[in-house]
């Protein structure tokens, strides 16, 4: 036999003294200690003590040479995957993270699982948004994209900020959160300043969605819009004339038919002497009517008249009030009244029966 690796034949003999008994060949596989057959960078007495084989460069087959896991990364030679995280030693080698952990940047992910989601292996924040890879995918957001709504916040900042991340204009108001923030507004608010017009529509109009009245005069810009008055000018335009028009008509009929006195009520709110508020005017089928104009309805309904106590009754009014405004409409000649027996009757003025004489009544 010869001092070097490789297969060689060796002999067997059996001696008696000097006598041969038996002799037979076979062959060996003859290895050096400090050799090293299979040109892996690993010496035979190393591989062995190992495990791996010292015929083959790459005993795992995982694309890493035997040497080069021993002696660079750290990794089993024996074991295509030495961590276990489902990746191949010089699959991970190549993509940054580490054979020896399952995961590589400690971020609740595995590294096969962030290869598989194309976040980065050795980053736990991958988009650097604020929030961790996993908090991500747990979540609702994207772990590669820093703003996932594209609305111009980053993920971190509209979950701190209570606004969706997966949703450009949480509000719904025709802004972007983006925008809303830059502006100052609300962004989980439709209408930040409370005025009846959308944030968004606020922009378009170009008044300014943290002034319920942009141009003080003192009409919210919601109302100005609706009305078709300009809410960035003081002065009255459009629908709104119409309006005070209509209203100015309705009271000159209504001082027309029954005086001034109403008036301080409808503008400021006065009271008679005894403390009860003057008559208001009334809304009924869309034409405003008094006090006054609800009695002579209640005789007309009635056949012309009514005692006095179911006046009372029916509107709900006191005493006091029903035979004082009974004895102003006396005087403009709208009702009259008389008694019989202890009833005083109201009747409309003009259906007096033909020999009674109308009579003022004595507050009961």
Request: charged fraction near 30%.
């Amino acid at each position: 036999m010869t001092n070097a690796s490789g297969r060689q034949n060796a002999v067997a003999t059996v001696k008696d003294g000097e006598k041969v008994i038996a002799q037979q060949t076979v062959s060996v596989y003859l290895m050096v200690k400090t050799g090293d057959d299979d040109g892996d960078d690993l010496t035979n007495e190393k591989e062995i003590k190992l495990g791996t084989n010292v015929t083959s460069k790459d005993t795992d087959k995982d694309g890493l040479e035997d040497g080069e896991e021993v002696n660079n990364y750290g990794t089993n030679a024996t074991k295509a995957d030495t961590d276990g995280d489902g990746l191949r030693d010089r699959q991970e080698i190549s993509i940054g993270s580490n054979p020896t952990q399952e995961d590589t940047d400690a971020d609740g992910l595995s590294d096969k699982r962030e290869y598989e989601l194309g976040t980065n292996v050795s980053n736990a924040d991958t988009d650097g948004d604020g929030l961790t890879d996993v908090s991500e995918v747990n979540g609702t957001t994207k772990p590669t994209m820093a703003d996932s709504d594209k609305d111009g916040l980053n993920d971190s900042v509209e979950v701190a900020g209570a606004t969706d991340p997966m949703k450009p204009d949480t509000d719904g108001d025709g802004l972007e959160d983006g925008k809303e923030r830059k502006l100052g507004t609300d962004p989980t608010k439709v209408d930040t300043d409370g005025d009846g017009l959308a944030d968004g529509k606020e922009k378009e109009l170009g008044t300014d969605p943290l002034k319920r009245d942009t141009d003080g005069d003192g009409l919210s810009d919601g109302f100005e819009h609706s009305f078709g008055t300009n809410p960035n000018s003081r002065v009255l335009t459009g629908g709104l004339y119409l309006v005070f028009l209509s209203l100015l008509v309705g009271m000159a009929l209504l001082v027309q038919r029954n005086g001034t006195e109403w008036l301080p009520t409808l503008f400021g709110g006065e009271s008679n002497r005894d403390g009860e508020p003057k008559p208001e005017p009334h809304l009924q089928d869309g034409k405003v009517t008094t006090d006054a104009d609800r009695v002579l309805k209640l005789l007309r309904e009635n056949g012309g008249r009514l005692p006095q106590g179911e006046i009372i009754e029916r509107t709900g009014w006191s005493k006091s009030k029903v035979s004082r405004l009974l004895s102003k409409m006396e005087d403009r000649k709208q009702v009259s009244k008389i008694n019989i027996g202890r009833k005083n009757i109201v009747i409309l003025y003009g259906q007096e029966p033909g020999k009674t004489n109308s009579t003022s009544e004595k507050p009961q």
